[in-house]
């Protein structure tokens, strides 16, 4: 490994690090499927304003990678999908999904608008 690809490497860990952290902090606060659809939600904002902002790779890595990766959680939509569907049937789970779906990708493009706007 060279030292960039190092520094790289530190900078995802670091950014996933402080990404999951503020993953379980959100958690302890609010319970169930609303904690997934609001940091998928809040993760996909953050993430679409990094996308869109100038910012070089070591941020993009540190926040991008590192903290949003962390910080959104697809395995948890998964299993929180699955239990609805076994719980309440398809319909619901559909339900559920859809707004994670819907909710993440607005979220993006509002974040890409808002940095773009501002930087």
């Known amino acids: 490994m060279t030292v960039a690809s190092l520094l790289a490497t530190a900078l995802v860990g670091v950014g996933g690090a402080l990404g999951a952290a503020s993953r379980h902090a959100v958690g302890l606060r609010v319970e169930g499927r609303q904690s997934v659809l609001l940091v998928n939600a809040l993760g996909s904002f953050a993430l679409g304003a990094v996308s869109a902002a100038p910012v070089g790779s070591t941020a993009a890595l540190l926040l991008g990678v590192g903290f949003c990766g962390a910080f959104t959680t697809f395995s948890?939509?998964?299993?929180?999908?699955?239990?609805?569907?076994?719980?309440?049937?398809?319909?619901?789970?559909?339900?559920?999904?859809?707004?994670?779906?819907?909710?993440?990708?607005?979220?993006?493009?509002?974040?890409?608008?808002?940095a773009g706007r501002l930087l």
């Open 76 to 114: 948890s939509f998964a299993v929180g999908t699955v239990r609805t569907a076994s719980e309440t049937g398809a319909r619901a789970a559909a339900a559920v999904a859809g707004s994670n779906l819907a909710a993440a990708l607005a979220a993006f493009h509002l974040g890409s608008l808002l």
